[in-house]
């Protein structure tokens, strides 16, 4: 039985269920060859098996056979195109065949075919799908011993799909029965059930190389695996039909914290039972049932705040982006509990202005904004709350620029508007005129220029360069599109505003 937990809903042992180990055959050349010779002559036989398909078969998909390639002397169990099953011994009445579709894709199903006397049934789930004339059959000596996956010698109809719980029976079961024992593993076979294959050898999706038998637990006649691969999910052993357990050994009482990790290695991480499958040395594995509870972490507090570069916790985490945080605080119970921090990074605001004749502008351009007079003790200038402040007196001028928790105040701008000097353009020019890449600023008087800026013919700024102690300067204008602009250049004796054209 493969080691693989389940989580379940319910604690009533009795309908526990976990999932077991089948084989996938690739429906080109994988076969289960066995030793069981099958029920013979005439007799009363039940055959089953759980199966999966995630294709519809292109033709006869054969499940299980056995006996002679003559006429009435096979007995080859099936599904075919029509998703139909079928049992085929080749002859007059020897042939049933159930309605169309009662196989469905990518679901697990069970189905099963009944010899009672000169009479066939087929079932799928348990309901009676088909019924026949058998009155033909006669399995005689020699031939081949019971396969899985392919027809006996003198065809190829190769399984494609998963099989699992194969049994046989010398014996006609009722449809009572089949239904009442299909999800249910047999711990110890039935007398009249003469080989049982659970198929649970071997790793799920493994690497299974050297997992070529199967185990027949009715008897001695054990199987041989033929042409898989026995690595990853097809040709290989993979996980089987939901069935239930047979043995519960032990249960056991589990509470964790935030995780919980099974004694075969798995990660539990939710509260629920799980399974873990102990070998045994008999026929039938029995279970341990872990019955697992887990706390998860749990939240103490929550706090929202805000920052303007870095926010640092009470606990010394430094957080610098916006976002959602936590520290974590030991508890003397095994499971931690969080302090959760809703922070948001303002980002550091831009305090820097210029100025262009007689109207300030800070550069921060999404920020909060309050103009205030350095000359009068910082005091607020009423209704001043725009990006720009156009000014009227003579003073000395400064912005408070705020975004979130970010609050800085730009220089103090010096305005007076004698000072301002509107024939300074006679001092500066610039080449080339129109130009395209690199435009250079010429200055006669050699003044010394402060701050150089570019507005679009609308008026809107488009670039703006901080200047040190120079009387020239090259600005780059590749970044501008073609058309006409206006370049205005500020010293401390006034401003110069020339056109210019970008090709």
Known sequence: MKKLL?????????????????????????????????????????????????????????????????????????????????????????????????????????????????????????????????????????????????????GNIPFRGVIDEVRVWDVARTQTEIASAMNIEFCSAPSSLKAYYRLNQGTAGGTNTTSTTVIDDAGTNNGTLSGFSLSGTSSNWVSGATISPVAINSTIPVSACGSYTMPNGTVVSATGTYFDTISSSVSCDSLDAYVISITTYTIQNVISDSGCVTYTTPMGKTITTTGTYYDTLGSSAGCDSLIQYDITISGAVDDSVYR?????????????????????????????????????????????????????????????????????????????????????IMNSENKIINDITIFDVSGKLVDNQKVVNSTSSSISITTLENGVYFMNIQTVEGAATIKFVKN
């Open 6 to 154: 389940l989580l379940l809903t319910s604690l009533l042992i009795t309908h526990l269920s976990i999932s077991q180990n089948a084989l996938n055959f690739d429906g080109v050349n994988d076969l289960v060859q066995t030793s069981y010779t099958g029920v013979r002559g005439t007799a009363n036989r039940t055959f089953e098996a759980w199966i999966y398909l995630q294709f519809t078969p292109s033709g006869n998909s054969c499940i299980m056979d056995y006996g002679l390639s003559t006429v009435a002397a096979r007995n080859t169990f099936l599904v075919n195109s029509n998703r139909a099953i079928a049992f085929i011994a080749g002859g007059t009445n020897t042939n049933i065949t159930s309605s169309t579709n009662v196989v469905p894709l990518n679901t697990w199903s069970h189905v099963a075919f009944v010899k009672n006397g000169g009479t066939g049934y087929l079932y799928v789930n348990g309901i009676q799908v088909g019924t026949g004339n058998l009155s033909g059959v006669n399995t005689g000596t020699g031939g081949s011993n019971l396969k899985i996956g392919n027809r006996v010698s003198g």
């Open 356 to 440: 262009v004749g007689s109207r300030i502008t800070s550069f921060d351009t999404w920020a909060s904004h309050q103009w205030i007079r350095c000359d009068s003790n910082n005091l607020p200038i009423p209704g001043a709350t725009n990006r720009f402040i156009d000014v009227t007196q003579v003073g000395d001028y400064a912005v408070v620029v705020t975004r979130g928790n970010c609050m800085d105040t730009s220089e103090c701008i010096n305005f007076n508007p004698a000072s301002l000097n509107e024939n300074l353009s006679n001092s500066f020019s610039v080449y080339p005129n129109p130009a395209n890449e690199i435009i250079t």
